[in-house]
């Protein structure tokens, strides 16, 4: 802990050999994500020089890595109690690529903008060389923008924008100068940027800044919770939706496009379900857990889940197993 009360903790990995130094960076971040690493990438140097901050309930880091590439997997979201949203800032590097289950390809984050992912939803990103920011704070400081802060995961600032550029300016300076500040004054200025970066998130998804917007939010959260209540039911459809709620298919379509599509959204919600019992509950037979949640068929269940984690229900079953025992280990 620093004098003035910030809980500060530096990690640099140059003083392990070569051979050790991103097993070093993996072994730091292992209880929150998965790295990703080349077979020849283990054995090559890697750089790693890490600043965290902890300031009330709020977490900041200023990192410097090598390229890498970091995953969040549904195994290990369903066995940790990691939650929050957590905002990257690019200070450099142009071509970073990151994947949701939203999205099922890649998509380019350059340096300069700041992407947001909710720690209860898969992520993959792959990192270019380059120093970044992170900022995990609690969902509840979305929620006056956000009803459903989960709704904010793959989402991306435009590095032209104004409101962007400022973030990044002052998240800079604040990381620079933490250990000079009273604990009182850094976290009032970490407060005062994170109400910042969801202003400036709410306006780029149309959710906050007039009457107009609200109507939005609100059209916005309640399909979400009629999706959520209806999830087990197998006629949950966008027609279902729209129908049930008597709201604008247009206006659904636009609420939803971050998402892929209404359709979309109820799918990725019926996976992340599937996967967390896949884990929660291994005595279930793989097909009760597909028609828990809503599939019509063992089939539909097996193929959409495929494509969404790159893996089978079984397999899944079969990694989980593995990661419990080299934790026991």
Same mark, same amino acid.
């Given at each position: ?6 809980? +500060? ?12 130094? &991103?097993? #070093? ?37 200023? =990192? ?10 549904? /195994? ?23 994947? =949701?289950? *939203? ?11 700041? &992407? ?12 270019? *060389? ?20 989960? *709704? ?6 435009? %590095? ?11 998240? !800079? ?8 500040? %009273? ?5 009032? !200025? &970490?407060? #005062? ?17 007039? !009457?107009?917007?609200?109507?939005? @939010? ?17 006629? &949950? ?15 659904? +379509? ?8 209404? #359709? ?9 379900? @599937? *996967? ?13 857990? #597909? +028609?828990?949640?809503?599939? !019509?068929?063992?089939?539909?269940? /097996? ?9 089978? %229900? ?16």
């Amino acid at each position: 802990m620093l004098a003035n009360g910030i809980v +500060y903790n530096r990690f640099d990995v140059s003083g392990l050999p070569p051979q050790q130094q &991103l097993l #070093g960076y993996w072994e730091q971040l292992g209880q929150v994500i998965e790295i990703v690493p080349s077979r020849g990438q283990v054995r090559q140097p890697f750089a790693c020089i890490n600043d965290r901050y902890d300031i009330g309930e709020f977490r900041i880091s200023d =990192t410097y890595t090598d390229h890498v590439m970091i995953e969040r997997t549904a /195994t290990r979201i369903s066995r940790d109690n990691a939650r929050g949203i957590g905002f990257t800032i690019f200070l450099d590097g142009e071509a970073h690529m990151a994947t =949701t289950l *939203a999205r099922s390809s890649d998509y380019q984050v350059g340096g300069g903008s700041i &992407l947001a992912t909710d720690l209860g939803q898969p992520v993959r990103v792959r990192r270019q *060389a380059c120093r970044y920011i992170t900022l995990v704070v609690p969902a509840n400081r979305l929620r006056h923008v956000f009803s459903d802060p989960e *709704a904010i995961h793959g989402r991306v600032l435009d %590095p032209r924008e104004p409101a962007t550029r400022l973030i990044v300016e002052r998240a !800079k300076t604040l990381v620079e100068s933490f250990r000079y500040m %009273p604990f009182e004054e850094g976290h009032r !200025k &970490l407060s #005062g940027l994170v109400d910042l970066i969801v202003a400036a998130f709410g306006k780029e998804a149309g959710l906050s800044g007039s !009457k107009r917007a609200v109507n939005r @939010a609100l059209m916005f959260e309640h399909a979400r919770q009629y999706v959520r209540t209806n999830l087990q039911t197998c006629e &949950l459809s966008p027609e279902s939706v729209i129908e049930s709620l008597g709201l604008p298919r247009s206006t659904i +379509y636009r609420l939803f496009e971050h998402e892929g599509g209404l #359709g979309a959204y109820i799918r990725h919600l019926r996976l992340r379900a @599937a *996967a967390d019992e896949l884990v929660r509950f291994p005595g279930v037979p793989i097909k009760d857990v #597909g +028609y828990s949640v809503g599939f !019509k068929s063992a089939s539909d269940f /097996t193929r959409a889940f495929r494509r969404a984690y790159e893996m089978t %229900p079984q397999e899944m079953r079969h990694n989980d197993y593995r990661y419990l025992h080299v934790e026991q280990r």
